[in-house]
């Protein structure tokens, strides 16, 4: 199992406002986690610089003009009272978007199994002409459009299970047959979206949870209702909107979800991979804002992608499988 990781120092120049939870330590965490020797084995590769005409398969022009127009010489811009821009956003994410389109072509040409997007700001709050939420391009629409456009992918998945609904995500498939959106968060809970009866052409499918749900309820909206449809959908290509901010320990959410639960749910999408999109999935860093709990959920979300099923030496419920 090969698996590679894209990261770029500009995730570190994106700064945000003093008390911000999507802050520069999250970076440094999951850096410093991935540089353990377990993680020897793991490709790694500079994220290249995003190009306008992939985001603007996803985005409206007026989308992105705003926010290159709002990117700031100093001081800081805000887009929205929760999103803000300071001088090195802009690169940081347009870094972003350039490692979800490499990560598309890295498991279209076997240059890798799967691959992790270790980079922020996140995505999925962005919708087609709107940044919101911390979010200023949506990476994983952008993604799925590109490989439709780059390798002619018939149907492209992207499975969320951040604690916040990737609202940007639905809006953009919304009226798209052939991208399918599924999506495991709280609710009620920011940014409002993400109801069971919010199904856009029958192809989204939200399994929202309540607050104080844990890995019981998670893994069972997985198996009866996020999984079946994906597995139904056929995917050619499975996108992970890989948000760690379901985890118990998080400051933002109110589930009660552990490592192994992200783990449980990684594997199981490997699976549905292997069954349906030759095994390629490409993972995307959104949320996850508690750092000891983001660093450990990280861990564990990528050694699973670089092992596989073999990550287990005993039954999948065993939480010292990933020790």
């Known amino acids: 199992m090969t ?5 770029h120092p500009a995730s570190l120049n994106h700064l945000t406002p003093a008390g911000h939870p999507e802050r520069v330590d999250r970076i440094k965490v999951i850096n410093k986690i991935l540089e353990a020797p377990n993680f ?34 100093e001081g800081v811009e805000y887009l929205d009272p929760d999103t803000a ?20 072509d890295a498991v279209f040409t076997g240059a890798a199994d799967n691959v992790f997007c270790a980079l922020r700001p996140p995505g999925h709050h962005a919708e087609s002409r709107k940044a919101m939420g911390f979010c200023l391009f949506n990476q994983v629409a952008i993604a799925a459009h590109y490989a439709r456009a780059r390798y002619s992918a018939g149907r492209v998945a992207v499975v969320d299970f951040d604690v916040h609904h990737g609202n ?55 198996r009866s209702i996020i999984l079946p449809a994906l597995d139904d959908f056929a995917p050619d290509l499975v996108l992970i909107s890989a948000g760690f901010d379901a985890h118990h320990a998080d400051p933002l959410g109110s589930l009660q979800l552990t490592e192994e ?9 490997m699976a549905a991979a292997d069954a349906h999109a030759e095994g390629r999935v490409v993972s995307v860093l959104e949320g996850g804002y508690d750092l000891q709990g983001l660093g ?9 992608l670089m092992r596989g099923s073999a990550a287990f030496d005993g039954e999948p419920d065993d939480e010292d499988d990933f020790k």
Not at 202 to 221: H, S, V
Request: aromatic share 6%.
């Open 85 to 104: 821009m300071s001088p090195g956003s802009l690169e940081a994410a347009l870094r972003a978007v350039g490692a979800a389109t490499a990560a598309v």
């Open 168 to 222: 940007g995500t639905q809006e953009i498939f919304w009226s798209d047959a052939n991208l399918f959106y599924g999506s495991t968060h709280q609710m009620p809970l920011y940014p409002g979206s993400g109801a069971a009866t919010e199904t856009g052409v029958g192809n989204i499918c939200n399994a929202p949870l309540r607050a104080g749900d844990g890995g019981a309820q998670f893994r069972d909206a997985m």
């Open 40 to 73: 020897h084995d793991l490709k790694r590769q500079l994220a290249p610089l995003g190009k306008e005409e992939d985001i603007l398969r996803a985005h409206a022009e007026e989308h992105l003009r705003h926010v290159l127009s709002m990117a700031p010489d």
């Open 261 to 269: 639960d992200f783990a449980w749910a990684t594997l199981e999408l």
């Open 3 to 7: 698996t590679l990781l894209y990261t």
């Open 296 to 304: 450990a959920s990280v861990a564990i979300h990528v050694q699973a």
